[in-house]
């Protein structure tokens, strides 16, 4: 106790509890955008399907991933096309 | 009244799960109602020697799930708390025993003869869990105010959300002057990160490990902080009014006075 008053008066109060809901808070966001690669399979098979209605794309060439900073996020998906599909739809 | 069934769980082991389970059955039983309590750690039995009834047992949960015998030879009644039971977890047997169907049923027969019908989950997210919350209409989530077991807590209440159950959280093993001096996360800080209701505040308290040494329910304990702390849950979800959920306070002495106005102008 008067440990902690001596923080006080010398301004050094760093309370440990603080720090703890800030990693909690951050961990919590994270998780719950974490994504099992099953998933991201089925995802990008269902994106490539949609796609190929449209476009005549390299599948060889396709880059999917969740990017994460700090405040956002974002699922980018990149694609070579070879030729837009004419006529369709 | 329709029985109730309430499954307390937790993401993280070792949270006193198996403490609040014991001590909110004991207290409901203690209200008036009709109560078993059934450890469904299979493999891992506990619940037994925290009430006491180790001695007692014959048949156990797989017995009744899977037909081997009746409610009345599974359910093991409390000598000392008036309609208190308990139907132990089977020691010998894996997880995989129980199926989802089978628990459900098992249930559906328990709520003919019981009031409440509480469930102490196995800690984590696996087959004995899925278990557990199968025929649950509520459930309360126990966790301490550490990192860890917080961040296990959200998963949980996530899967238990996704199984259309609401939960409530009890906050288990506080140090109020920890909190006070702003080296434990405080509930309001837990709650502002799980958005949860709040089911009940349990301070640590020493009793708990000397109601489990000799087997004699917390709930029984004179002047047991964290059994007091369990009653008021009990009649809280018994539903009586009035009830408030009372924040663990550090008994002050002058020291603490002093050092409290301090950080408070802070």
Redesign the interface.
Known sequence: MFNHMLQKITGRSKSSGNTAKKRLQFALVYDKLEINDSTLTSLQNDIVEVISKYFEIDTEGIQLELQRDNDVSALVFNTPIINIKRGVV | MEARTIVITSGKGGVGKTTATASIGAALAIEGNRVVVIDMDIGLRNLDVVLGLENRIVFNVVDLANERCKVSQAAIRDRRIENLFLIPASQSDNKDVLTTASVERMVALLKKEFDYIIIDSPAGIERGFENSIAAADESIVICTP??SS??DA??VI?LLYANSITPKIIVNRIVP???A??????HE?IL??LSVELAGLVPMDEQVVISTNTGMPLVMQNGSLAGMAFRRIAKRLNGEKDIPVKVPEYKTGM??R??KR??KK?
Do not use: C, E, P, T
Request: glycine share 8%; aromatic share 8%.
């Open positions: 550490d990192v917080i961040r959200d998963r996530g002057q920890m909190v001096s702003g080296d434990m996360l405080s800080d502002d990160v020291w603490n002093i050092s301090f950080s802070k």
